[in-house]
């Protein structure tokens, strides 16, 4: 059997074969500018929170109200296109303890994200948004917490204009 090597023995290439112009080649720097647009429902979603609420979009055929919003349902596949204001209340569907950031740093005290069903949206569908106010310990799956937000001139039509999600105190 012939090795590949022996069938297609190539040819190597050096640094100075360049250097000294033996090898043709092209060097380009892309100019690669992208503009990203959020579409009608996100961009309805963005808006609302800039705004301080949080929007869903609601199903006329099949009745379910989802978070984030969506232009077509999920389940009927029948347009969605009416816009739903939610409350800034909801459960603890679930959550991690995260000890490592998004950039891979070590952290002492955990960062804690968790799953919140937004209440007014149909069961099982809410948004992914860290836990702020509340000891490790504390969090419990099924937890009542409310929004927390920027002030309202910090809002620039981000997730991140809800801070964090904070326990609703009971009683």
Not at 98 to 114: G, L, N, Q, S
Request: aromatic content about 8%; overall charge negative; hydrophobic content about 35%.
């Amino acid at each position: 059997m012939t090795s590949k090597i022996d069938k297609f023995p190539g040819t190597p290439l050096r640094e100075e074969d360049f250097k000294e112009g033996k090898i043709l080649y092209h060097h380009d720097e892309m100019n690669g500018q992208f503009a990203w647009d959020t579409g009608i429902a996100i961009g309805s979603y963005l808006a609302a929170l800039k705004a301080g609420v949080i929007l869903g979009s609601h199903c006329r055929t099949c009745r379910k109200t989802v978070v984030p919003p969506r232009t077509v349902c999920e389940w009927c596949f029948r347009p969605m296109d009416s816009y739903v204001p939610l409350r800034g209340t909801g459960t603890v569907n679930t959550f991690s303890l995260c000890y490592v950031t998004w950039d891979m740093k070590r952290i002492k005290d955990p960062e804690i994200p968790a799953v919140i069903e937004i209440d007014g949206a149909s069961p099982l569908h809410g948004i992914m948004h860290k836990l702020g106010e509340v000891e490790p310990d504390e969090v419990k799956i099924g937890m009542r917490v409310q929004a927390v937000w920027k002030p309202e001139e910090d809002r620039e039509g981000s997730i991140t204009d809800i801070l964090y999600f904070k326990p609703i105190k009971e009683g």
